[in-house]
């Protein structure tokens, strides 16, 4: 079976990359984890990963003068390890338009809240705030627009009497924890058939 090679961003915990390292270990799996790429050295991710026995690179954002070489550089990471798919997971940098069309078609995020209902930050405190009685994740492909891309899948929970934004998002995670790994393997057979055809 054709497996694509996998990087997987991160900027801080990790723990949606936990569960899709765990899913590349089954040899049925669409892709090969090749590569944990953190813009932080602090992530706590990157020691999980390396316990993994996965390569990571650090890219600090901060030691670039600006966006375009701080993507290069990455770029040149992904290029290197001969990066066929890239999967976000918790990477708080927003791409450039020069970024995104590199890997156009070729890469995958994570979205804390049922999309297209609020892209951007603090997505539970808004939800909440609007009386949902719904919340969710949502896992689409990059493109140009912040949280913008096509949908692949989304999970649904239930938003509980009495919950604040952290236990919100506690059962929005478990939901990622479930949804991420196989919207991810979707999409790398989407990539696989597109290539034989
Ligand atoms: C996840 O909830 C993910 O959906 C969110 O960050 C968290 C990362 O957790 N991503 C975004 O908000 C992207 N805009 P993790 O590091 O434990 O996987």
């Known amino acids: 079976m054709s497996r694509l090679n996998l990087a997987i961003l991160i900027s801080g915990r ?3 990359m936990d569960q899709i390292l765990r899913a590349t270990t089954s040899e049925d799996y669409p892709a090969r984890a ?8 602090d992530a706590a991710g990157l020691e999980a990963a390396r316990a993994f026995g996965v390569a990571t690179e650090t890219v600090p954002h901060t030691d670039y003068e600006d966006r375009q070489s701080f993507e290069r550089a990455m770029h040149e990471a992904l290029t290197r390890h001969e ?20 890997w156009a078609g070729r890469m995958v995020n994570i979205h804390p809240s049922l ?6 930050l603090n997505t539970h405190a808004r939800a909440l705030q609007a009386g949902d009685s719904e919340a969710g994740c949502t896992v ?7 949280d913008e891309g096509d949908i692949i899948r989304q999970a ?10 952290a236990t919100l998002a506690n059962r929005v995670l478990e939901a990622e924890h479930r949804l ?3 919207a991810l393997a979707e999409a790398c057979r989407y990539i696989i058939a597109r290539q034989a055809s």
């Open 14 to 16: 990790g723990t949606n």
């Open 140 to 146: 689409h492909w990059v493109s140009e627009g912040v």
């Open 34 to 41: 090749r590569l944990v790429l953190s813009n932080r050295e």
């Open 180 to 182: 991420y790994p196989q």
């Open 83 to 102: 990066i066929e798919i890239i999967a976000l997971a918790g990477f708080m940098r927003v791409l450039t338009p020069w970024f995104v069309e590199k």
């Open 115 to 120: 999309l297209p209902d609020y892209p951007g």
């Open 156 to 165: 649904r929970v239930p938003v509980k009497s009495g919950d604040t934004p």
